[in-house]
Nanobody, 127 residues
Framework: QLQLAESGGGFAQPGGSLRLSCAAS????????IGWFRQAPGKEREEVSC????????KFKDSVWGRFQMFRDNAKSTAYLQMNLLKPEDTGVYYC????????????????????WGQGTQVSVFS
C-alpha cells in the first residue's frame, strides 16, 4: 500500500514562491496519478492540480494556472508542486493524493477516486 507524506509548506509573502514535496513509500508509485488539493479555513477542500503517472500530462485549477507547476521524479517516488506568484488566497492546508491510473493521463474532477492521502502541509501567504 502506498503512503504519502507532504513537506515544504510554510510562510511566504505575496508574490513569493514555495515548493511542496509529496514523498511516497511503498510499491508502484509510477502507476499512480498524483493530485494536489488544498483546504482553506472554513472552506471546502478543492482540487488544485494533477500529474499523470508518466509525468507527461498536468492539469491545473484555473486560479493557479500559469503560477503553479507540477512535476514528479518516479525514481525518487516524489511529486512536487512549485508555487510561484503566491497570493493570500492560496493559503490553506495542502494535501497530495494518489489515484491508481497508469494510462499516462490525468483529469481534474476525479477527487473521489483518489485512494491514498497524505497528512497535509500548511501554506500561509500574507504580508
Amino acid at each position: 500500500q502506498l503512503q504519502l507524506a507532504e513537506s515544504g509548506g510554510g510562510f511566504a509573502q505575496p508574490g513569493g514562491s514555495l515548493r511542496l514535496s509529496c514523498a511516497a513509500s511503498g510499491f508502484g508509485f509510477d502507476s499512480y496519478t498524483i493530485g494536489w488539493f488544498r483546504q482553506a479555513p472554513g472552506k471546502e477542500r478543492e482540487e488544485v492540480s494533477c500529474i499523470s503517472n508518466g509525468a507527461s500530462v498536468t492539469k491545473f485549477k484555473d486560479s493557479v494556472w500559469g503560477r503553479f507547476q507540477m512535476f514528479r521524479d518516479n525514481a525518487k517516488s516524489t511529486a512536487y508542486l512549485q508555487m510561484n506568484l503566491l497570493k493570500p488566497e492560496d493559503t490553506g492546508v495542502y494535501y497530495c493524493a494518489a489515484l491508481y491510473y497508469d494510462f499516462n493521463n490525468c483529469a481534474l474532477g476525479r477527487t473521489n477516486e483518489y485512494t491514498v492521502w497524505g497528512q497535509g502541509t500548511q501554506v500561509s501567504v500574507f504580508s
